[in-house]
């Protein structure tokens, strides 16, 4: 039973097109992540965030943006895809510090882009 | 800098045989985590353990143990009689503060 959601889990779309990626938790976690996983299997690092109003940029630059309205919605956004931009992108989330379970990673299924 | 190192991008073993999958890491902090998370083919990361840095005593879960050696600097992952379901890219990572992952080791398990 996932307790983090992505959508959509396969997006095709043409090159120009605005497009959100979806992720939400049950969890009540303060700490969410966007991955970006290239076929080479590697994790990069695009966006971060430690609560609501808080976003940080990752250690892989990146152009889409990030936004935390709420603390169980994390979207990604790309304002106009190209095809650089496909990829598997992975969200997660973690607890604070200090509670049980901190710092363990939770991981979506995660969302398959294909711009064309 | 923290680096986490799978050496193996790729393994392939029959059914029944046991395989280990290699971690290693470069710190200098005193205080860290380490984990292990498997990745099959549907796209998830699905935690399988994690270990402090003052912790050094193996673990076994079933079919899994993972050996610590802090001495190395390694945490290494053993599947002992392996099985197809044991198929999928299984990711070593470090933690403190930040998350490093490794670039991933490929298990291919054959009936």
């Known amino acids: 039973e996932a307790d983090i959601y992505q959508t959509p889990r396969y997006l095709v779309i043409g090159t120009g097109k605005k497009i959100t990626l979806e992720c939400s938790q049950t969890?009540?976690?303060?700490?969410m992540y966007w991955y970006q996983q290239d076929p080479g299997m590697e994790l990069h690092l695009i966006h971060y965030s430690y609560g609501v109003n808080s976003t940080e940029k990752g250690d892989l630059s990146s152009e889409s943006t990030v936004s935390r309205i709420r603390t169980e919605h994390f979207p990604l956004t790309l304002e106009s895809a190209r095809p650089s931009h496909t990829s598997q992108y992975l969200c997660a989330s973690s607890d604070l510090e200090g509670r049980s379970g901190a710092n363990v990673l939770t991981f979506g299924a995660g969302s398959r882009l294909t711009v064309l | 800098a923290q680096k986490v190192t799978q050496a193996q991008t790729e393994i392939s073993v029959v059914e029944k045989e046991d395989v280990t999958l290699d971690c290693v890491y470069e710190?200098?902090?005193?205080?860290?985590?380490l984990f292990w998370y498997k990745q099959p083919p549907s796209g998830e990361l699905v935690f399988l353990i994690r270990r402090n840095s003052f912790d050094e005593q193996n673990e076994i879960s079933g079919r899994y143990s993972w050996n610590f050696q802090k001495s190395t600097s390694s945490f290494n992952f053993t599947i002992t009689a392996s099985q197809v379901v044991d198929s999928a890219v299984y990711f070593c990572a470090y933690n403190f503060n930040k998350f490093y992952f490794g670039s991933g080791t490929k298990l291919n398990v054959k009936p």
């Open positions: 969890m009540g976690h303060d700490k």
């Open positions: 710190t200098r902090d005193t205080t860290y985590y």
